[in-house]
């Protein structure tokens, strides 16, 4: 279980010649500068979110028979990760930029292997099959100069994952 509350990031530099810094200037009395740099490694200026929490459980299971001179192998694994993270990149009491992230992700693997000796044990072999399988939804909510803009020029970035690999060797 992960649960970290106020977790550290250290604002090392402000350019105030960006565009979203131009605007927030310009148009609000709110003035994003260097006075919101961290003055060490242990001081935050934020004001937004800063956390991260969250699960990640898993389970395997090896299995192995012998087969005479043969040994036969089993190695399953399953996994689940769901994770909340919330950030304030800006680093300042003003919102530039806040971000809500949400990860989930579950992963399954299969490996069957074949293994034994011969010529008088001065042969070592292994045969194998290997399959992967891992699905993630990886969605983030970037909260964007709202005391300009209010939450309209708020946006979502959704990604969404699948990888399979199939590997066989010998």
């Not at 389970?59 to 192998?73: D, F, I, P, R």
């Not at 990760?81 to 950030?87: K, M, Q, S």
């Not at 100069?145 to 970035?157: A, W, Y």
């Amino acid at each position: 279980k992960i649960d970290e509350k106020n977790v550290s990031y250290k604002l090392v530099g402000v350019n105030p010649n960006v565009l979203p810094v131009v605007l927030l200037n310009t148009f609000t009395p709110d003035t994003y500068d260097a006075r919101w740099l961290s003055t060490s490694n242990y001081h935050y200026n934020g004001g937004g979110p800063n956390s991260s929490r969250g699960t990640l459980k898993g389970v395997s299971l090896t299995l192995e028979y012998e087969a005479g001179a043969t040994t036969l192998k089993s190695i399953t694994a399953y996994r689940k990760l769901d994770v909340h993270n919330d950030l304030d990149p800006d680093g300042s009491p003003i919102n530039i930029l806040d971000q809500y992230q949400t990860v989930r992700q579950n992963q399954f693997s299969q490996e069957f292997q074949a293994l034994g000796k011969a010529f008088d044990n001065r042969l070592q072999w292994v045969l194998g099959a290997y399959y992967f399988h891992e699905k993630v939804a990886d969605n983030i909510d970037y909260a964007l100069l709202t005391s300009l803009f209010g939450t309209s020029q708020s946006f979502s970035q959704d990604n969404h994952v699948k990888n399979s690999s199939l590997a066989f060797y010998g």
